[in-house]
């Protein structure tokens, strides 16, 4: 009789035992949280649009932490600043919206395969892996580029949820829409698979290459620059 009464219930005694392990095991209690759209996550993009606007994009030298998932990680802060000091002296000058034969360069961004592919005319010149939102969606259509940091302080996240980051000197930053970007990605290896909170992360590498190629152009001695007429920003397609 016991024996059948714990069998009876032992569907009930599985989900009673998966919520407990949910509710204390934080990856898990995460992941329902999100899923059910109740996550209490404020974070809806990387940036602030006042603290992207009175950035000068330098690179931070007194930065010497970094935390992502509410963990602090391993900050590449030697290799971060050698590659300050190399685009620092680059003159980008002669690139921006279009090519030497006057096709137009434009930036897609596709989802679901999370994969970036960077136009000249129809043809494509650079593609690579990317991740987007996870813990808030990368928003969706046309846009243009409107301003560009060569480095950027990114803070945000849920602390109660694990989702806390602090990430100085984030690279190659460009804003296509209010505090998105797309902008490189120190803190993870885990490109093809959504990872952020709304902006498009982008290996090291190429995020460095694509910032160099797309407008608005920065001059040799700026390292942050808002688009205008004379300098506008290329179009970003994500879908």
Not at 4 to 14: H, W
Not at 20 to 29: A, D, E, M, N
Not at 54 to 82: C, H, R, W
Not at 179 to 193: P, Q, S, T, V
Request: charged share 15%.
């Amino acid at each position: 009789m016991k024996m059948e009464l714990m069998y009876k219930f032992l569907p009930l005694l599985l989900i009673v035992a998966a919520v407990i392990f949910g509710y204390f095991y934080l990856p898990v209690r995460r992941e329902i949280a999100y899923s059910l759209h109740i996550s209490g996550d404020p974070t809806t993009s990387c940036c602030n649009v006042a603290d992207i606007e009175k950035s000068n994009g330098n690179f931070d030298e007194n930065a010497n932490l970094a935390m992502f998932d509410g963990q602090v990680i391993d900050y590449p802060k030697t290799s971060l600043a050698a590659i300050f000091d190399n685009t620092a002296e680059q003159n980008t000058a002669v690139l921006g919206t279009a090519n030497s034969t006057g096709q137009e360069k434009w930036i897609e961004v596709n989802l679901e395969e999370q994969h970036l592919y960077a136009h000249e005319g129809d043809k494509i010149v650079m593609d690579f892996p990317i991740s987007s939102g996870r813990w808030y969606p990368t928003p969706t259509g046309t846009f243009n580029i409107w301003y560009k940091t060569r480095y950027q302080s990114m803070v945000g996240g849920n602390p109660a949820l694990g989702t806390y980051y602090n990430l100085p000197n984030v690279p190659n930053n460009m804003f296509f829409y209010s505090g998105f970007a797309l902008h490189g990605a120190y803190w993870h290896n885990n490109f093809g698979h959504p990872m952020s909170h709304g902006c498009v992360n982008e290996p090291l590498a190429d995020a460095s290459k694509i910032f160099e190629w797309a407008g608005p152009v920065l001059a040799s001695n700026q390292n942050a620059v808002r688009a205008s007429a004379d300098n506008p920003g290329t179009r970003v397609w994500v879908h």
